[in-house]
Nanobody, 126 residues
């Protein structure tokens, strides 16, 4: 069973950058698309972006397009979320998760993912 652990969150000023990591343990990491999600205070969990199993396809929510970038390192079994130009409204707990199907190349939505990590807090001050 795939287990996921996020790290890299913290406090940053508006306009700053952070890189989140999602480390996978267990089998089959390289066969699944991976997604990043966030839950802002008082809000539902929302889709941030996803990367296909080979890393060739990425999708992003409109709210982060052009600022966030997802990549994956299959050898290290890590998925990254590079966040640039951070805004106070990006403050949230960020989660990674695995797609429910093998070899998916999208399109992606929140309901297509499971095996959530425990999350990492990102706080952006104004």
């Amino acid at each position: 069973q795939l287990q996921l652990e996020e790290s890299g969150g913290g406090l940053v000023q508006a306009g700053g950058s952070l890189r989140l990591s999602c480390a996978a343990s267990g089998r089959s990491f390289n066969s699944y698309a991976m997604g990043w999600f966030r839950q802002r205070p008082g809000k539902e969990r929302e889709f941030v972006g996803a990367i296909s199993w080979r890393g060739a396809v990425t999708e992003y929510a409109d709210s982060v397009k052009g600022r966030f970038n997802i990549s994956r390192d299959s050898d290290k079994r890590i998925v990254y979320l590079q966040m640039n130009g951070l805004k106070p409204e990006d403050t949230a707990v960020y989660y990674c998760a695995r797609h429910i199907s093998l070899y998916s190349s999208g399109p992606y939505s929140l309901t297509d993912f499971r095996s959530w990590g425990q999350g990492t807090q990102v706080t952006v001050s104004s």
